[in-house]
């Protein structure tokens, strides 16, 4: 019997009993939209994190005060970087591109009869390039305002919301500590994360910082702009090294800093998304097989109730190979047509997690082709069994059945 011929007789034994037919695609129409759907959710968190990563700057380190212990960063009243260590790692690391130390505090700021409790964060023109946040109005500290110790401010979106309102806040002045500062710029709004929110910050010059407001000489980090992303494991070796020479820390005594890579923190954060991703999908995939069991039972049904049809097919010239090229062929039409229309249902739950429930979703072709390929492999492999029963049968005791 040629193919062509083969696929006829099939898709003429699927049509037969329509709403059997409806009933079995259902579970993998319901299994392969799952997978879809879960694979997109996974994928938009997956984009969310890099995209909420990449706001605070790429090739980045922060160098922080305090040993790390059991993943947790022991800071506290931490006193062991200085200034003078940022300068060091400019002068002496090669692959360094920028550097920012930087000194921040929790306090009160107040304007008119507002106030708010925000983070005040000392530091120098470079951050902004470093950490990826650029001015929206005015402008930003330069070095004449570090050099001179100024009392200038710029203020983030959080901040001017809670204290200027809808008014304009640059020229105007805050009281930090009880001393004013005039405000030069308003900082471009980069979205809360879920751990910080980076526009409720007042930045000022770290010198003003530490001299007039705090009274610290030390710092509370350090962030560094690597030139490569592939350099960031030897120019991360090469300062703790030097930090290491500099605090005079014994070799096999613990380093009184960290080094953070937020290349690292991004792998971590993949995993993670991954590891949801594979569970998630793995609840679906269950449904896909419950569907790939309901197929084998219907196609077990089907070689019972045409028992006598194949036996007058084999009389007439059918090998058994065609008998088992067409029910084989019966179940892949039922797989893949409900795989097909799980794709768009798929497809479709997918954009309405988006639109409706505020959840970014990717749709990518990986997913897509996975789907079908789940569709295609749940048809071969259950379907196998009974297309072979029915390929088996004993003509002659097939002709008799009643």
């Known amino acids: 019997m040629l193919f062509w011929q083969v696929i006829k007789v099939a898709f003429r034994g699927i049509l037969a009993n329509k709403l059997r037919t409806s009933l079995t695609m259902l579970g993998i129409i319901i299994g392969v939209g799952a997978i879809i759907a879960m694979l997109s959710l996974g994928e938009g968190a997956k984009k969310q994190v890099l995209e909420s990563i990449s706001r605070f700057g790429t090739n980045l380190l922060r160098v922080r005060p305090g040993a790390a212990r059991l993943g947790h960063l022991r800071t506290g009243a931490v006193e062991t970087l200085t200034i003078e260590d940022a300068q060091a790692i400019t002068s002496r690391v090669s692959g360094v591109r920028l550097i920012s130390p930087a000194v921040s505090n929790m306090s009160q700021v107040k304007y008119a009869n507002k106030n708010a409790t925000t983070l005040i ?202 008998i088992l090229r067409q029910f084989l062929i019966e179940a892949l039409v039922i797989t893949v047509s409900g795989g097909l229309i799980g794709i768009a249902v798929g497809v479709t739950l997918g954009a309405s997690i988006s639109y409706f429930g505020q959840w970014e979703t990717v749709i990518t072709p990986f997913s897509i082709a996975l789907g079908f390929l789940f569709s295609l492999l749940v048809g071969l492999i259950f379907g196998i069994y009974p297309a072979r029963k029915a390929s088996l049968m004993d003509p002659i005791e097939a002709l008799r059945y009643e």
């Open 121 to 322: 964060l000392g530091t120098t023109p470079e951050f902004i390039e470093i950490n990826n946040f650029p001015v929206a109005h005015g402008r930003f500290l330069d070095s004449s305002d570090v050099k001179l110790m100024k009392r200038v401010a710029a203020v983030g979106t959080t901040v001017q919301k809670e204290l200027f309102g809808e008014g304009p806040a640059i020229g105007e002045e805050i009281k930090i500590e009880g001393q004013s500062f005039l405000v030069t710029g308003l900082m471009s709004s980069k979205g809360q994360t879920s751990w910080f929110d980076p526009d409720d910050q007042v930045f000022i010059p770290i010198t003003t910082s530490q001299k007039r407001l705090f009274n610290q000489d030390f710092v509370n980090d350090i962030y560094i702009q690597v030139e490569e992303v592939d350099e960031i494991p030897a120019v991360k070796e090469s300062i703790e090294k030097l930090l290491r020479e500099r605090h005079r820390i014994p070799q096999g005594v613990e380093s009184d800093f960290t080094i953070r890579d937020f290349t690292e923190f991004i792998v971590t954060m993949q995993k993670t998304s991954q590891t949801f991703t594979i569970l998630l999908s793995g609840i679906a995939a269950v449904s896909l097989l419950v569907g790939g069991i309901g197929v084998m039972n219907i196609m077990l049904v089907s070689v019972t109730e045409r028992t006598r049809e194949i036996g007058i097919r084999m009389a007439v010239g059918a090998r058994r190979k065609d």
